[in-house]
């Protein structure tokens, strides 16, 4: 059966899931909302490097809605709860790549109550996914479990090098790098445990060991000598790397870890052990693993490559999201997520 689907957003992640549905064997691409006024109008097929499909880009949500799609893919920049009831509402289900739906009992009550009225009421559900939190901190850690009969740890950890990656306001603007580590800003911590401490809830919920509690910390390092990244220059001592870690506690340690460790070159002070772009996840338990998953890309086309981690998952999604239950839908409610290639 194939599924009627829209695309919510065409930025990095969502041009990639345009372009999948578009070249996706069972889905049928029915519009695509943008944000911008100025792309309204604008074929899909062009807004993906793809050749024209003769849908044309809408920025007037009514005009989804009248679609009447069996999904969205909804990929805004920022949530927007009366944007998703109204799709929910209209009997459109929801694949997001918005990380706010990974654990429904993290989610503020309010929006969470908003949330599955509208789903009852449209007969919908909503999932999010994707490749970080999603495929790594959720699909991946509980298939691992799978051969475990004793969990004493896992820590996922996630390292991304970005010194060719040609993104100044998002590098030293937002993410602190180039400045002094007196200057590192701590609520970088709070948006760890945000982005990871639900799917860390949910592992631990689907392994019958819920967590007591949730801890971040984060630490910086700086560049041991000036480096010149894509970006632009970095300066000896100023902050070139950045660990933060979310740990679930479980009767007074930490039973489930998410490092993610960002760096912009591997010379530092104090010396860390960075891995290449990739994760390693580390298990601890009657059944021991340590295992690497790199991404076999040469750094110069990560940048073009790397959004299909998390655009393919989503897309991959719809159908077992069509097929759910009505209500806020995990990867623990959800069958594998398995992909049609043919």
């Known amino acids: 059966m194939k599924h009627r689907v829209v695309q919510w957003a065409t930025g990095n992640i969502g041009a990639r899931a345009l372009r999948g549905v578009i070249e996706h064997p069972d889905l049928d691409l029915a519009g695509v909302y943008v944000h911008s006024p100025g792309k309204a109008g604008t074929d899909a097929g062009e807004l993906c490097g793809l050749t024209p499909t003769g849908i044309a880009a809408t920025h007037d949500i009514d005009e989804i809605l009248k679609l009447g799609a069996d999904c969205v893919l909804y990929m805004p920049r920022a949530l927007d709860v009366g944007e998703v009831c ?9 694949v997001t790549t918005r990380g706010e739906f990974h654990h429904p009992g993290s989610v503020p009550p309010e929006v969470r109550e908003r949330v599955e009225a509208a789903c009852e009421r449209g007969g919908t559900s909503i999932h999010s996914t994707g490749s970080s939190p999603g495929f790594i901190s959720e699909a991946v850690p509980l298939t691992l479990a799978s051969i475990q009969r004793r969990l004493d740890g896992l820590t996922i950890s996630e390292f991304a090098d970005l010194s060719r990656r040609d993104s100044p ?16 800003d701590e609520r970088r911590l709070s948006h760890g445990r945000v982005s990871f401490g639900p799917s860390l809830r949910l592992v631990a919920d689907a392994l019958s060991m819920p967590l007591d509690a949730l801890e971040a910390d984060g630490e910086v390092a700086t560049a041991r000598r000036t480096v010149r990244i894509a970006a632009g220059e970095l300066e000896a001592g100023t902050v070139a790397a950045q660990r933060i870690t979310v740990s679930g506690i479980r009767g007074g340690r930490a039973v489930l870890r998410f490092r993610a460790v960002w760096y912009c070159t591997a010379e530092l002070d104090p010396a860390w ?27 110069e086309r990560m940048a073009a490559v790397s959004p299909a981690y998390t655009a393919n998952r989503a897309v991959n999604a719809v159908h077992a999201v069509c097929a759910a239950p009505p209500g806020i839908r995990t990867t623990v409610d959800l069958p594998h997520i398995l992909a049609a290639l043919g």
């Open 86 to 94: 109204r799709l929910l509402e209209s009997g459109a289900n929801i």
């Open 169 to 184: 306001g998002l590098l030293f603007d937002v993410m602190g790098f180039g400045k002094p580590p007196s200057a590192f």
């Open 273 to 299: 052990d960075v891995r290449a772009t990739g994760w390693h996840i580390a298990v601890d338990g009657d059944a021991p693993l340590d295992i690497d998953m790199r991404f076999p890309v040469p750094i």
